[in-house]
Nanobody
Framework: QVQLVESGGGLVQAGGSLRLSCAASGLTFTTYGMGWFRQAPGKEREFVAAITRSGLSTYYADSVKGRFTISRDNAKNTVYLQMNSLKPEDTAVYYC????????????????WGQGTQVTVSS
């Protein structure tokens, strides 16, 4: 049974930082691209960042480029999202997901999703 378990969310002031983690189990981690998505209240889910199986390539939404960094530790079956210079508009539930496809910037490409972790940025 595949499980993706996110952690690290919370309440932070604008300008602050958080580091999200996503621990994967039940799958061969190195055969999956990993991504982070988010969904704010009343809004559609949106792509945030993704990283290829090897970790050599990363992709970001324009809204987070330069502030967020995605990374992975294949030895620990874990993907991270370092979020700096947080803004109130970053407030959302953040989900990690695993994709067996080469396409990793689209939600439809992902087979497995975590339960989400809340990130709230106060102004």
């Amino acid at each position: 049974q595949v499980q993706l378990v996110e952690s690290g969310g919370g309440l932070v002031q604008a300008g602050g930082s958080l580091r999200l983690s996503c621990a994967a189990s039940g799958l061969t981690f190195t055969t999956y691209g990993m991504g982070w998505f988010r969904q704010a209240p009343g809004k559609e889910r949106e792509f945030v960042a993704a990283i290829t199986r090897s970790g050599l390539s990363t992709y970001y939404a324009d809204s987070v480029k330069g502030r967020f960094t995605i990374s992975r530790d294949n030895a620990k079956n874990t993907v991270y999202l370092q979020m700096n210079s947080l803004k109130p508009e970053d407030t959302a539930v953040y989900y990690c997901a695993a994709s067996p496809n080469t396409v990793i910037q689209e939600g439809w490409a992902y087979d497995y999703w975590g339960q989400g972790t809340q990130v709230t940025v106060s102004s």
